[in-house]
């Protein structure tokens, strides 16, 4: 089996790509189309030149990659993904033959979030209305994707994960609860930047408490994205 988690950034992904990284017969990858989104681009982002000389920036190898040989012989391989990084250039072709599931959280969290990261982002940096569009991309395959919502899992992980697992036709693995504390092999380069409170955790962090308080652009962003975010948490499992 094959899982392509897509999600925007600042959204509990590297949580659920440690997750699955701790079962014994998945392989995980880690954001490989980061550096042929930052090429195609030009985006000045964190890291940029790392990131590009971390990675293939050919988005057809990459793609052949995802659907070639399992990394390390195992039987399933998830997929952390960035739904901002599907720009035009990149082949979708490949996410036929995938499972595709969507990994939401709510906008004013992932803002305050992400500006506490990267300052001068918009709407397209945070991957909302991309996430929407793709869902409905793989709905044309004739797939069924699945949504899941990130404070749910916070909420409570163990029961979370096991429907999640039976949605997809695997087993639950205890495994899934715990990660060891300082990252992962498959962490990207950009981890140095963006991963250090997962780094620290050696599983998922608690329920969250009130949504912040966003004010002038921030909140703009919000009111662009909620409307994105609530029509997917409607068909959340």
């Known amino acids: 089996m094959r899982i392509a988690m897509w999600s925007g950034p600042r959204n509990l992904s590297t949580a659920m790509m440690y997750s699955f990284g701790a079962r014994s017969d998945f392989a995980v990858v880690d954001e490989p189309f980061n550096a042929a989104y930052l090429r195609l681009t030009g985006l000045k982002h ?14 057809d190898e990459i793609a052949k990659t995802l659907l070639g040989p399992i990394p390390a012989d195992k039987p399933h391989f998830y997929q952390k993904h960035m739904t901002q990084h599907m720009i035009p250039g990149i082949s979708r072709d490949w996410m036929a033959q995938v499972a595709n599931v969507f990994l939401i959280r709510h906008p004013a969290r992932v803002i305050a979030s992400f500006a506490a990261k990267w300052d001068g982002f918009g709407l397209d940096d945070i991957g909302f209305t991309q996430q929407s569009e793709l869902y409905d991309y793989t709905r044309s395959l004739g797939q069924n994707p699945l949504v899941i919502d990130s404070a749910d899992i916070r909420r409570d992980p163990e029961t979370m994960l096991r429907k999640l697992c039976a949605a997809v036709g695997l087993d639950f693995d205890p495994a899934m609860l715990h990660w060891p504390e300082g990252g992962s092999s498959a962490d990207g380069v950009w981890a140095a930047h963006w991963y250090g409170a997962v780094h620290a955790s050696t599983g998922f962090a608690p329920a969250e408490g009130d949504l912040p308080d966003l004010t002038e652009k921030a909140a703009e962003l919000l009111e662009q994205a909620l409307p994105h975010y609530e029509r997917l948490a409607a068909l959340k499992i």
């Open 46 to 59: 964190p890291m940029r030149d790392q990131i590009l000389a971390s990675q293939s920036q050919d988005p």
